[in-house]
C-alpha cells in the first residue's frame, strides 16, 4: 500500500511539473470559459425557479355569475364551490368591488363613465390544487347561476414548459461543450506524449509499465479539468456580481430584494467534478491511443 500511494504521489507532483510547463493552463481556462456558459445558465434559472416559488401566484379559476342572479343565488353558489374538496381558497368579489378595482387602472374610468353603469358582475375567485384545475373549471360551469368561467392555469403550464425547455438547453449545450473539451484535453495530452516519446520508450526498456506510464497523465488530465472548473466557478461569480448591480436596481423599484444566487455547494462541487472527468477522459484516450500507436510501431 505504501508503495502504491508513493507511486500516485510521485506521478501527481510530475502532473503538477507538467501542468506548468505546457499548454495544460491554457487548456483549463479553455475548459472554464466553456463550462461558465451551462453553469451560468443553470444559476440563473434556479434563481428564477425559486423567484417563482415565493411568488404568492396560484392556478385560478374566476366564476361569474348571471347580470340577473341574486344574492341569494350568489351564497348558494359559494356554498357548492367551498364544499368541493378541490377548491383550496374561495374568494368573493362583488360587483361593485370589481369595479372599483377597473376603475382604479389608467384610462379606464372614462370608459366606464361612457356606459353610464356597472357592466361587471358578481364572481368568484377560486384558488385550486393545479392537476385539477381544468376539471374544477368544467364542474363550475354546470352550476346554476354560472354564466361565464375563466380558467387561468395557462401561466403555470407556460412556467413548467419554459423552466424544461431551459434546462433541456443546458443539458444540450453542456454535453456538446463537454465533447468539445475531451478533444482539446486529447489533443493536449497527445502533444505531451509525443514530446515525452523517447523517455517513455527508455521507460520501457527498464521495464516501467503501462500503468506507471499512464497514471502521470491521468493526472494531468485531471487537473487540468479540475482548474477548468474552478475557473469556470470563478467566471459565474464574478459575471453575478456585475449582473446583480443592476438587477437589485430593478428590482427595488418593485419593492423586492431579489438578487441572482450562486450556486449551490453540491452544483459547485457537481460542476467541478464534471470537469475534472472531462479531462480525465481526454487524458485516458489520448494517452491510450499513442502508446498504442507506439507498440504497433
Known sequence: ?????????????????????????????????ALS??????????????????????????????????????????????????????????????LRELSAVQGMPEVIAALGRNPLPDAFVLNVREPSIEAVASDARKLPGVGHVLADAAWARRLAALAGIGRLVLWLLAGLLGLGLIAVTFNTIRLQVLTQRDEIEVMRLIGATDSFIRRPFYYQG????????????????????????????????????????????????????????????????????????????
Open 1 to 33: 500500500m505504501t508503495a502504491w500511494l508513493r507511486q500516485h504521489r510521485l506521478a501527481l507532483a510530475s502532473a503538477l511539473s507538467r501542468l506548468g510547463r505546457t499548454a495544460g493552463l491554457l487548456s483549463a481556462l479553455v475548459i472554464g470559459v
Open 37 to 98: 456558459l451551462p453553469a451560468g445558465g443553470y444559476a440563473l434559472l434556479e434563481s428564477l425557479r425559486d423567484l417563482a416559488s415565493r411568488l404568492t401566484l396560484e392556478p385560478q379559476i374566476s366564476v361569474f355569475l348571471r347580470p340577473e342572479a341574486k344574492r341569494a343565488d350568489a351564497d348558494a353558489l359559494g356554498a357548492a364551490l367551498r364544499s368541493d374538496p378541490r377548491v383550496a381558497r374561495v374568494r368573493f368579489v362583488p360587483r361593485d368591488e370589481a
Open 222 to 297: 485531471l487537473l487540468q479539468g479540475l482548474g477548468g472548473g474552478l475557473v469556470a466557478l470563478a467566471i459565474v461569480a464574478a459575471g453575478l456580481v456585475l449582473l446583480n448591480r443592476e438587477v437589485r436596481a430593478l428590482a427595488e423599484s418593485y419593492g423586492s430584494g431579489f438578487s441572482f444566487a450562486f450556486l449551490a455547494f453540491g452544483d459547485a462541487a457537481a460542476i467541478v467534478a464534471f470537469a475534472a472527468s472531462i479531462g480525465w477522459m481526454g487524458a485516458y484516450l489520448s494517452v491510450n491511443r499513442r502508446l498504442r500507436e507506439m507498440d504497433d510501431r
